[in-house]
């Protein structure tokens, strides 16, 4: 299984077997990154109204386009191209500088070359019962460890205490690409953490397997493409 990085929340999964699967892309514009080029078969939004987070229509291939935030409201569980699909509802910070009210989006969870991933979308606010576990049994976490415009990271760290996922990536973290200005830069998130238990992968596309993932919870601190 081959992940990659292209910044904010959006993530390329290309596994050994099953479809190709882009999260959560962005406008380019907006966010600062570099356009997506890669083709998927499969793409997952937190929600459909966030140039941020939603724009399934800028990805090559014809994708199948799942909505987490429909599936949340919606029974929570939906197959798209045979992968089952499970979301949670969330919402944005509550004093978001660009929304009167906070949006509505969803935080998802999929299995890929068995692998069991969670994206927690663009929740900001601290997690509820339920939400929190909602990530338990997490193998892969795509966590937000930005703090402003996202949930706080001591609402972050409760949750990832609690739940114990085998392999954290941050994203939607300041960068010198994006660059809210209150939005923290990766170190704020790494002091939560052990030096000896964080991993940087010096490229925007890593490699990882099941059977290589550790046994307690590790960092893998991710370069976005260029």
């Known amino acids: 299984m081959k992940v990659t990085w292209y910044g904010h ?14 999260t959560d892309p962005y406008t380019p514009e907006g966010v600062g990154y570099a356009p997506i080029t890669d083709s998927a078969d499969l793409v997952m939004i937190s929600s459909d109204d966030d140039s941020a987070h939603c724009r399934a229509d800028l ?7 799942v909505n987490a935030l429909t599936v949340a409201q919606n029974g929570g569980v939906a197959m798209a191209c045979g992968v089952e699909i499970t979301a949670i509802e969330a919402a944005e910070w509550d004093y978001h500088p660009e929304h009167e009210v906070p949006g509505h989006n969803g935080m998802y969870r999929f299995t890929l070359d068995g692998i069991k991933f969670a994206h927690m979308g663009d929740v900001g606010n601290p997690l509820s019962d339920a939400q929190q576990a909602f990530f338990e049994e997490t193998d892969v976490l795509f966590a937000l460890a930005g ?15 609690r739940t114990r996922p085998r392999l954290v990536i941050p994203m939607h973290f300041r960068t010198l690409t994006y660059k809210p200005r209150n939005t923290m830069w990766i170190e704020s998130f790494l002091s939560h953490f052990k030096d000896e238990d964080v991993d940087f992968a010096f490229g925007a596309t890593h490699a990882i397997t099941r059977d290589e993932l ?7 601190v991710m370069d976005y493409v260029r």
């Open 9 to 22: 929340a959006a993530f390329g999964l290309n596994p050994d077997s099953g479809p190709r699967v882009i």
């Open 147 to 161: 703090g402003y415009l996202t949930l706080e990271l001591p609402d972050l760290m409760e949750m990832i205490h």
């Open 59 to 65: 990805i090559a291939g014809e994708p199948e386009v």
């Open 214 to 220: 550790p046994e307690r919870t590790r960092v893998l």
